[in-house]
């Protein structure tokens, strides 16, 4: 059986230049049609539906995911806070151990995060599950966040940004609401 696969190319700098969609039998193969797809100029992300699979950087190392106690000690549930101007959003997210789960009446959201002292990184998928509900953020079924932001004492703060939409900034706020 097929699967759906998405493939975000980057340069050195970590900025997206293009997206991919493709089908692939199973992970193995994916990621050898975005190791094609990639042309060895930069480096890729790959994600199958909304979970992400792999990122390979500029020089084909695999991102390492272990950014140890930092990551353990924001592992919780929280309140989710996106605003874009006119188009904002309210759900829930789990950070746990470096993923991201969560969502809302309208969208999925899975991704992953690394943090260093008081900074934090991240990419996050958004995935339409049902129809427009008339508070939805993102005018696509499917998107990709480049995040970053600070963790303060109960919530981290920050910004995102989407190539699917190169135009909009992402304000996000995370509220601690349990451990």
Do not use: K, W
């Given at each position: 059986m097929l699967r759906d696969y998405r493939v975000y190319l980057f340069d050195r700098d970590d900025?997206?230049?293009?997206?991919?969609?493709?089908?692939?039998?199973?992970?193995?193969?994916?990621l050898l049609k975005s190791r094609q797809v990639s042309g060895g100029g930069g480096g890729f992300e790959l994600w199958r539906g909304g979970d992400w699979v792999a990122r390979v950087d500029a020089d084909g190392r695999h991102a390492a995911g272990d950014d140890g106690d930092d990551i353990a000690a924001l592992n919780g549930l929280y309140k989710l806070e996106v605003d874009a101007g006119e188009l904002?959003?309210?759900g829930i997210v789990n950070l746990?151990?470096?993923?991201?789960?969560?969502?809302?009446?309208?969208?999925?959201?899975?991704?992953t995060f690394r943090c260093s002292g008081d900074t934090i990184t991240?990419?996050?998928?958004?995935r339409r599950h049902s129809p427009f509900d008339g508070a939805?953020?993102?005018?696509?079924?499917?998107?990709?966040?480049?995040?970053?932001?600070?963790?303060?004492?109960d919530h981290i703060t920050g910004t995102g940004t989407a190539a699917e939409l190169p135009n909009l900034k992402f304000n996000i706020q995370l509220t601690r609401l349990s451990s």
């Open positions: 900025n997206v230049f293009a997206i991919e969609t493709f089908r692939a039998a199973d992970d193995s193969f994916a904002q959003m309210v746990i151990d470096g993923a991201v789960r969560g969502g809302h009446s309208t969208y999925a959201i899975t991704g991240g990419v996050v998928y958004g939805y953020v993102f005018p696509l079924d499917d998107v990709r966040l480049q995040c970053q932001g600070r963790v303060l004492a």
